[in-house]
């Protein structure tokens, strides 16, 4: 507070002498304009870098949508050696990995969310959720090493032989597995989509009324259904936010996932074995590609766009509408 | 005694028929209750378990590394008589200083400006901008990489270098300096601002002089918030700043930075031993970015007692 103070004034005196000059108001008008021109340009910057990005991204595309055509949505083969590229295998991979991460992840981000806001003592709510935080803060290619150095060679011993007795070799888990795998990949993303979760639908629980919590206990509800039927319920929108920007999240990472996954483009109805997902693709074999590679990597970032900015706004409009929601 | 011939009261006997529901599932709901109540637990108890394993994997297996050889020395390659000679990561703590440095530079000042405007002004183009914001801050940050690589890299021919990644963080970083410091000007009291604009101080005037000192402690969470994501950012520096290595303070040559040497360990056909070691290249980033990450929570913290 004082420093705001001590601000005001040498500029309230400075004011008085723009007065006795005689120009009363040009002054305060010209240095207006001047400031919003220095806001308006700045954020300018903003925006033609965006467009340009925008722009860069489906220009480098076109060659590739006019080579493949759907071919790069709906073909099976993805050989940029023998110029076939179907997008398909990398598509699935893109989409099985983040329903693995969210099937995983949701229920336990909803639950320890839970607990944050109703089970912990109020003391350790703020240090626990902020503990919890910290795992969004480690680099992914942190998750990415751990993966390879500790996960891979478990889920290769122990984790997938032991699904696939416990299951029956379900086809979902059959096959000779291999350590890194689509499966590995979807439980590294579970670890990185989990603090996105629980801080959200956190907040989304934590503005749910008090009262209505306490309207279900003083008619003899238990606590779980309180938690249940009234809680959880009450911050649902906000929770499908949470979900969805995880899920964004989980579709757009890259290097956890280009690490652990295997980098198989082959179609694979085994999440015991390798798979590959855009971004991962991406990363991979953006070097030293051919033009028409390249190209086609680029159509595939435009396919990524498309999914992970629709998916991402989707889950905001959801949190704006939940936040204000708990504002009336 | 009027009162027994009157009809018993329908209400009364739905309420016990509820009570007497109640009583007898009792004991299962409180039951019911108490486990899920420690499944509930449990699963919180994981959600912190993961960081504490993380943690403990980096400086078990990390701490080992560390050593003023091993931060001042370019790496080397490890043979066949001598297989822990791995050297050590001097190009990739001068690559992220140069790079991240770069990247501050260039975003912050930008990030901030147009989150002023964010919080400033309310029309279509704003808000347009404000959606804009959210959407770049979700894209997967390869994609950004790849843009840079398009216009610099090729377009502008400046070859694989620190600066081309210098950019891509910015570009990552300018959205989220947006987003957060749109919230500390917001945070503001109107009657400071007001005061300012009563005693005939322009609006530019009152933002220098009044909003902008007042929200520091948020602006400067908005920044370190920003630099501790673009510190660990692997994806974008894939394929821009060619990965040497050698130290070069240069940003305008070929540099390495800390995510990326971690991430060379782990290509095809290097040793295990520059695996291991790259355990201690990730206690240093980890530890790099958990103390960026906490600075940021603090100031925020503290312009939230500020404002109180």
């Known amino acids: ?328 | 005694m009027s009162v027994s011939t009157l009809p018993a009261d329908p209400i009364l006997e739905r309420r016990a028929l509820v009570q007497s529901t109640a009583r007898r599932s009792f004991a299962r709901r409180t039951l019911v209750s108490k486990v899920m109540l420690g499944v509930c637990g449990v699963t919180l108890a994981f959600c912190v378990a993961i960081l504490v394993w993380i943690i403990y994997l980096l400086i078990s297996n990390g701490v080992q590394w560390i050593s003023v050889n091993y931060l001042t020395q370019d790496p080397s390659t490890p043979t066949v008589l001598q297989p822990n000679n791995v050297g050590g990561i001097k190009n990739a703590i001068v690559g992220s200083i140069v790079i991240d440095g770069l990247a501050i530079v260039m975003a912050v000042p930008i990030g901030i400006v147009a989150g002023l405007l964010l919080a400033e002004a309310d029309n279509a183009f704003v808000n347009a901008i404000r959606t804009t914001t959210e959407v770049m801050t979700g894209l997967p940050s390869i994609l950004l990489g790849v843009f840079v690589y398009e216009i610099l890299v090729i377009k502008y021919k400046l070859g694989f270098s620190g600066i081309a990644g210098s950019v891509a963080l910015a570009i990552l970083m300018i959205p989220i300096i947006m987003k957060a410091s749109e919230v500390a000007v917001r945070s503001v009291p109107s009657s400071l601002k007001e005061a300012g604009l009563s005693l005939g101080l322009s609006k530019g005037r009152v933002s220098r002089r009044i909003v902008v000192p007042t929200a520091t402690p948020g602006l400067l969470t908005a920044a370190l918030l920003a630099t501790s994501r673009a510190v660990g950012e692997t994806a974008p520096l894939l394929w821009l700043i060619g990965a040497t290595y050698t130290t070069s303070w240069d940003p305008f040559k070929e540099q390495s930075a800390l995510p990326i040497s971690i991430y060379q360990a782990f290509l095809n056909g290097i040793s295990p031993q520059l695996q291991q070691s790259a355990w201690g290249t990730a206690l240093v980033l980890v530890t790099v970015v958990l103390f960026l990450n906490l600075g940021s929570r603090l100031a925020a913290a503290y312009s939230q007692r500020e404002r109180r």
């Open chain 1, 1 to 328: 507070m004082p420093e705001a103070i001590d601000t005001v004034e040498p500029t309230a005196a400075a004011a008085p002498k723009d007065r006795a000059s005689g120009a009363r108001r040009a002054p305060v008008a010209r240095s207006d304009r001047a400031y919003w021109a220095t806001l308006y340009g700045t954020t300018a910057i903003f925006v033609v870098i965006c467009v340009a990005f925008l722009v860069t991204l489906i220009w480098n595309s076109v060659p590739a949508w006019r080579f493949s055509g759907l071919g790069l949505i709906t073909g099976t083969k993805w050989d940029p050696q023998n110029s076939s590229y179907g997008g398909l295998p990398l598509i699935v991979g893109t989409l099985e990995t983040a329903a693995i991460a969210l099937v995983l992840a949701v229920p336990i981000g909803i639950t320890a969310a839970v607990s944050i806001v109703h089970l912990v003592p109020s003391r350790l709510r703020t240090p626990l959720s902020s503990f919890v935080e910290l795992l969004a803060a480690v680099p992914s290619v942190v998750y990415g090493m751990v993966g390879v150095l500790v996960m891979a060679p478990k889920f290769q011993g122990d984790v997938l032989p032991w699904l696939q007795h416990v299951t029956g070799n379900f086809f979902l888990f059959s096959g000779t597995v291999s350590g890194y795998s689509v499966l590995l990949a979807g439980t590294v993303l579970t670890i990185m989509v989990l603090p996105t979760i629980v801080a959200l639908s956190r907040d989304a629980i934590a503005t749910v009324p008090h009262d209505q919590v306490e309207g279900a206990l003083s008619v003899g509800a238990t606590k779980w259904q309180t938690l249940r039927k009234v809680v959880v319920p009450g911050a649902r929108v906000g929770i499908t936010g949470a979900v969805t920007l995880a899920a964004a999240r989980a579709l757009g990472e890259t290097i956890a996932v280009a690490m652990v996954i295997g980098g198989n483009v082959h179609l694979s109805r085994s999440l015991a074995q390798g798979g590959t997902t855009i971004a991962a693709q991406i990363a991979q074999s953006f070097d030293g590609a051919t033009a028409l590679t390249i190209s086609n990597l680029f159509a595939l970032s435009v396919i990524l766009i498309a999914i992970t900015a629709s998916v991402n706004l989707l889950g905001r409009r959801l949190l704006h509408r939940a936040n204000r929601g708990a504002m009336l």
